[in-house]
């Protein structure tokens, strides 16, 4: 099998991936007929709710990761707040196995770092670290682990098998019924604000546990300039800090709710245009590592309605590239190379996953995607591998287009 005429990470002469037994054999100069594309690593992402088990009315292991074959991703983490929740080996398990039968992608299960996501008592880490899916990423997603000690505990535990806590920075008495940013916008439409002193007070709390428990933290969705400071200050002291952003907080403002849409009714919420800024120069800068993508299916009816009995999330995966490209490459922010490291290197590396985020090159799993960076489309939600439309791009032009993507050599979308 020949992945040809491809530019590696936007970069030099055209060249032709031979590939062998799901391996990259060979790469050649190519003979141009048509302009390159380019070729990426495979994109991990670190954040992904596929909703299986308990709610397959919003998403499937099989189609969520469907919609991220399309998207170009290869390995996804798939979060733990299903129902029942990924608290146990035999859940997790079960995921694992639902995504190598669907054959998509490398399905990778995130374990909850509290039973039921309750936020009472550990839940099993150690038992789902061992397990054959091998968790390194504990996370009580969807709710935040606001309890100091069992956070703490939850690091200490984790540094046993190289884990890593991800945690959802939402201080849960200062955002009950919160509904959109605060802000001058949140009084005037009477919607209840979501402060960011809020998120970055947890962020602040939980670099300093880090700290003084010598572990891993990562945190999810960061979304306001505030978050972004408090990590930069982290790095810059030596804390073992990562840091995710949202394609839809790199690009989407609060500005959008004047509209009273829930499609854009998200946790974080949308943020003001210098948050937005901000979170753009953090991962310009790696103060945040990554771009994941929080993809949060959601049935019609659970976003169709109004604005605060609407649920929380929007679809990711198939456009996250795109919105990266129109962000940061675009605007000379990035790379296509930077790209590959945010999208696809630094996010295997954070969540351990071995056999992804590896260097295009002989003898290396032939995970790759392939992206024509100068088609545009127009973001059409039926026209979706996941079985929720609430994409809040719908209509939308857009840069770039994914070509095909390989899974150990094998098109999982093309
Ligand atoms: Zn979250």
């Not at 790696?286 to 109004?306: Q, R």
């Not at 295009?360 to 545009?376: F, H, I, K, R, S």
């Given at each position: 099998m020949k992945i040809a005429n491809v530019r590696l990470l936007g970069?030099?002469?055209?060249?032709?991936?031979?590939?062998?037994?799901?391996?990259?054999?060979?790469?050649?100069?190519?003979t141009p007929s048509e302009p390159a594309?380019?070729?990426?690593?495979?994109?991990?992402?670190?954040?992904?709710?596929l909703r299986e088990p308990g709610r397959e009315d919003a998403e499937t292991v099989r189609?969520?990761?469907?919609?991220a074959a399309k998207g170009g991703y290869t390995c996804v983490h798939a979060m733990a707040n299903t129902d029942p929740v990924a608290d146990t080996a035999g859940v997790v398990e079960q995921v694992w196995r639902l995504g190598r039968e669907a054959g998509f992608c490398d399905v990778q299960p995130v374990g909850a770092v509290t039973v039921g996501l309750a936020g009472e008592r550990l839940a099993e880490l150690g038992a789902m670290a061992d397990s054959v899916a091998r968790v390194r990423v504990f996370s009580d997603d969807g709710k935040c682990v606001s309890d100091a000690v069992l956070m703490r505990r939850a690091l200490e535990y984790v540094k046993a098998f190289d884990g890593v806590v991800a945690q959802h920075a939402q201080e849960p008495r200062l955002t009950e019924g919160a509904q959109m940013n605060e802000g001058p916008l949140s009084g005037e439409l009477g919607l209840t604000g979501w402060p960011a002193v809020a998120e970055e007070a947890i962020i602040a709390r939980d670099v300093l546990l880090a700290d003084h428990v010598g572990s891993r933290l990562h945190v999810c969705h960061l979304s306001t300039r505030g978050s972004v400071e408090i990590i930069r200050w982290a790095k810059g002291r030596g804390i073992n800090v990562t840091a995710e952003v949202t394609p839809h907080h790199l690009l989407l403002?609060?500005?959008?709710?004047?509209?009273?849409?829930p499609i854009y009714k998200v946790n974080p919420p949308l943020r003001s245009a210098d948050d937005v800024e901000a979170v753009r120069e953090g991962l310009a800068d790696g103060t945040i590592d990554i771009v994941a993508t929080d993809h949060a299916p959601?049935?019609?009816e659970d976003k169709e309605c109004e604005w605060d009995a609407a649920a929380f999330g929007m679809l990711g995966l198939e456009t996250a590239l795109s919105i990266v490209q129109q962000t940061m490459v675009d605007t000379g922010r990035l790379t296509w190379s930077q790209v590959a490291e945010c999208m696809s290197a630094k996010p295997a590396e954070i969540g351990r996953v071995a056999g992804h985020g590896r260097?295009?090159?002989v003898g290396e799993p032939a995970n790759?995607?392939?992206?024509?960076?100068?088609?545009?489309?127009v973001v059409d939600p039926t026209d979706t591998a996941s079985l929720s439309r609430n994409t809040p791009y719908g209509g939308l032009k857009l840069p770039g287009r994914v070509v095909a993507t390989y899974l150990r050599g094998k098109a999982t979308h093309d």
């Amino acid at each position: 099998m020949k992945i040809a005429n491809v530019r590696l990470l936007g970069e030099g002469e055209p060249v032709d991936i031979e590939v062998s037994d799901g391996l990259i054999a060979a790469i050649e100069p190519s003979t141009p007929s048509e302009p390159a594309l380019i070729a990426l690593p495979g994109l991990v992402d670190l954040h992904t709710h596929l909703r299986e088990p308990g709610r397959e009315d919003a998403e499937t292991v099989r189609t969520g990761s469907m919609a991220a074959a399309k998207g170009g991703y290869t390995c996804v983490h798939a979060m733990a707040n299903t129902d029942p929740v990924a608290d146990t080996a035999g859940v997790v398990e079960q995921v694992w196995r639902l995504g190598r039968e669907a054959g998509f992608c490398d399905v990778q299960p995130v374990g909850a770092v509290t039973v039921g996501l309750a936020g009472e008592r550990l839940a099993e880490l150690g038992a789902m670290a061992d397990s054959v899916a091998r968790v390194r990423v504990f996370s009580d997603d969807g709710k935040c682990v606001s309890d100091a000690v069992l956070m703490r505990r939850a690091l200490e535990y984790v540094k046993a098998f190289d884990g890593v806590v991800a945690q959802h920075a939402q201080e849960p008495r200062l955002t009950e019924g919160a509904q959109m940013n605060e802000g001058p916008l949140s009084g005037e439409l009477g919607l209840t604000g979501w402060p960011a002193v809020a998120e970055e007070a947890i962020i602040a709390r939980d670099v300093l546990l880090a700290d003084h428990v010598g572990s891993r933290l990562h945190v999810c969705h960061l979304s306001t300039r505030g978050s972004v400071e408090i990590i930069r200050w982290a790095k810059g002291r030596g804390i073992n800090v990562t840091a995710e952003v949202t394609p839809h907080h790199l690009l989407l403002t609060d500005d959008l709710v004047r509209s009273y849409d829930p499609i854009y009714k998200v946790n974080p919420p949308l943020r003001s245009a210098d948050d937005v800024e901000a979170v753009r120069e953090g991962l310009a800068d790696g103060t945040i590592d990554i771009v994941a993508t929080d993809h949060a299916p959601h049935p019609m009816e659970d976003k169709e309605c109004e604005w605060d009995a609407a649920a929380f999330g929007m679809l990711g995966l198939e456009t996250a590239l795109s919105i990266v490209q129109q962000t940061m490459v675009d605007t000379g922010r990035l790379t296509w190379s930077q790209v590959a490291e945010c999208m696809s290197a630094k996010p295997a590396e954070i969540g351990r996953v071995a056999g992804h985020g590896r260097p295009l090159a002989v003898g290396e799993p032939a995970n790759v995607v392939v992206y024509d960076p100068t088609a545009t489309h127009v973001v059409d939600p039926t026209d979706t591998a996941s079985l929720s439309r609430n994409t809040p791009y719908g209509g939308l032009k857009l840069p770039g287009r994914v070509v095909a993507t390989y899974l150990r050599g094998k098109a999982t979308h093309d």
